[in-house]
């Protein structure tokens, strides 16, 4: 094996705990999508339902609603508390 193939081998070992970060970040990002395609399908539900403010589905959609908007909150706090460490990361 020759010098380059083991230093590159080398570095991607020292690397590991970054690429490792990298990809829990990139997961966040997907979850956090998928919450806000969640979100806009129940305002979208919320929206028709307006009529019957009373009814019990408005207001089991306007608790999902509620739950969802804070996961996305927690979701972008922890999206922001992984930030620094993604861009060392990256060296910027």
């Given at each position: 094996?020759?010098?380059?193939?083991?230093?590159?081998?080398?570095?991607?070992?020292f690397d590991l705990s970054k690429k490792?970060?990298?990809?829990k970040h990139d997961k966040l990002l997907k979850i956090i999508g998928k919450l806000e395609k969640k979100?806009?399908?129940?305002?979208?539900?919320l929206a028709e339902e307006a009529g019957d403010a009373n009814?019990?589905?408005y207001r089991d959609l306007k608790r999902k609603l509620q739950v969802i908007s804070e996961l996305i909150d927690k979701?972008?706090?922890?999206?922001?508390a992984s930030q620094p460490e993604a861009d060392d990361a990256t060296g910027a």
């Open positions: 094996m020759d010098t380059t193939k083991l230093v590159g081998k080398l570095e991607d070992f490792k970060q990298r990809k979100k806009a399908s129940l305002e979208t539900e009814g019990e589905r979701a972008r706090q922890q999206e922001h």
